[in-house]
């Protein structure tokens, strides 16, 4: 079980690279030729379906220009950079324990969150905000039972920008979701800023054995 969750996770982390470049530029172009009453939605994310095996390696710079902290919980461990807030988020309903976890930069520029439950899920503490957000683009990937949906959400006040990387094992009953917020200047700021130390901390992630 701990190499399937291993094996999750590189994958994850491989997808998300690809998928935030793309998905950084596409704001960055909007952010140039859309003014901030436009809707994202009325122009919506083209990104391409990419195989996880074909996307680049996150740069190994990230863990020696920042300092990490760990954070074990019942049914995972993470490191994140030191000085950031740790804010729990949904409660197992029998153990009391955090299946999900917040981590928030000192200067608010970006969120961290991860979901993973003992088994399965929903992590509805990252669900949309259809008041205040738009759904920008959607991909999946799908192999031998395990399916990979990643999210794009531009705030419609375009303060800032989410992804939310969802993963399912079906027939393991197994869930992992990745998400990142970046604010400032519509996401620029914070993605410019701690895009590596995200990709850090996803590589950082460890199940626990049952």
Known sequence: MISLQMHLVRRIS???SFV???FLCTTLLRAQHVSPN???ESKPSKAKKVSPTKANTPAPAAKNSITYMPY?????GVEYPKGWTVRGGLKNEMSGADDSVFFTAPDSLAEFYV???RYTGKPVDIEIDRTKENQTGQTL??????????????AKDSSYVRVIEDTEAFMQRRRLVFAVLFRGNGGRLGAQKYNNAYMYFKQS???FSD
């Open 115 to 117: 979901y993973c439950p």
């Open 141 to 154: 990937e799908e192999e031998r039972g395990v399916r990979i949906r990643t999210v794009r959400i531009w």
């Open 14 to 16: 491989t997808c998300f």
């Open 38 to 40: 436009d809707s994202p």
């Open 20 to 22: 935030c470049i793309i």
């Open 72 to 76: 074990e919980g019942k049914w995972f």
């Open 205 to 207: 992630f460890r199940k």
